[in-house]
């Protein structure tokens, strides 16, 4: 039976529904991402190219058979966490570019330093305002810089109905060696809930530096923000890579099964949910 195959494969259990398990594993082989029996992290240019849909078509039979040939297994933990210089954990490959970043914005001038506000996010962390059950920092692609750092200024920008932010990152050499002058612009002063002008001096529109390599993005602020400062998000950026189509996929990658994530209490909407 090909359940007793996708049991194997890490991708049914008794009692589950086969029809979902057979989806998940669709959605799988369409991604690179394998292990093998041994445990092994394996890159694969993917093969199968059916549907997701959840039905048994031939060509997923024969993918999983071809699976079960080369010893490839659902990859669960393809990816390891690391540590950001003693501040937190990334899955590996982010830290990895965010840890090669960090010279490179300050030879410009610039920091992205920790303490972070938040990097890896654990399952049972209680959610605070803002914050969403399928957070990417949950999947270790997420990275608050430091909202206490003094040579942030966040400046607003608007894009049709969301709100975005250009954070100005004041450099702490002021002789004109570092960054550029930046004259006429406003940032938004969140304890007087206005925009003001920016400080005159020389800066770095971290922004920019940050989403240069195309790897890491922000995201808008979230409805509210000018009552919740939580929801402004300002500090925020993910890895943009390789996104999965949900939450539970996600998880895959960096080593969280279906068990623990239904122990704590996530549905099967909620798994199937897309991240971020
Ligand atoms: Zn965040």
């Given at each position: 039976m090909w359940t007793d195959d996708l049991g194997t494969l890490g991708y049914f259990a008794r009692g589950g529904d086969p029809a979902r398990a057979m989806m998940r594993f669709e959605r799988r082989a369409l991604s690179s991402y394998r292990k093998t029996v041994s445990g092994e992290s394996v890159w694969e240019t993917p093969v199968y190219a059916g549907p997701a849909d959840g039905l048994a078509h031939p060509e997923a039979l024969e993918e999983i058979a071809r699976w079960l040939k080369m010893g490839y297994r659902a990859?669960?933990?393809?990816?390891a966490l690391a540590e950001i210089e003693n501040c937190g954990r990334l899955r590996q490959d982010v830290a990895a570019a965010w840890l090669a970043l960090m010279p490179k914005i300050e030879a410009l001038g610039g920091s992205i330093g920790g303490p972070y506000g938040d990097t890896k996010r654990p399952l049972m962390k209680t959610i605070s305002p803002g914050a969403s059950r399928f957070s990417f920092h949950i999947c270790g692609r997420a990275i608050d810089l430091n909202q206490a750092h003094r040579s942030y200024f966040p400046a607003r920008e608007t894009q049709g109905a969301r709100t975005l932010w250009r954070i100005w990152c004041r450099c702490l050499d002021q002789s004109g060696a570092q960054g550029s002058r930046i004259d006429g612009v406003e940032y938004y002063n969140f304890a007087e809930h206005c925009d003001a002008p920016l400080p005159a001096g020389y800066y770095v529109d971290l922004t920019a530096a940050?989403?240069?390599s195309g790897l890491f993005e922000r995201i808008p602020?979230?409805?509210g923000w000018q009552r919740e400062y939580q929801a402004s998000e300002w500090w925020h950026f993910q890895w943009v890579p390789e996104k999965q189509k949900t939450f539970q996929d996600e998880?895959?990658?960096?080593g969280?099964?279906?068990a623990e994530l239904r122990k704590a209490g996530y549905s099967e909407p909620d798994l199937d949910h897309p991240p971020g």
């Open positions: 990859p669960l933990g393809y990816f940050i989403e240069e602020a979230q409805n998880c895959e990658l960096i969280i099964g279906e």
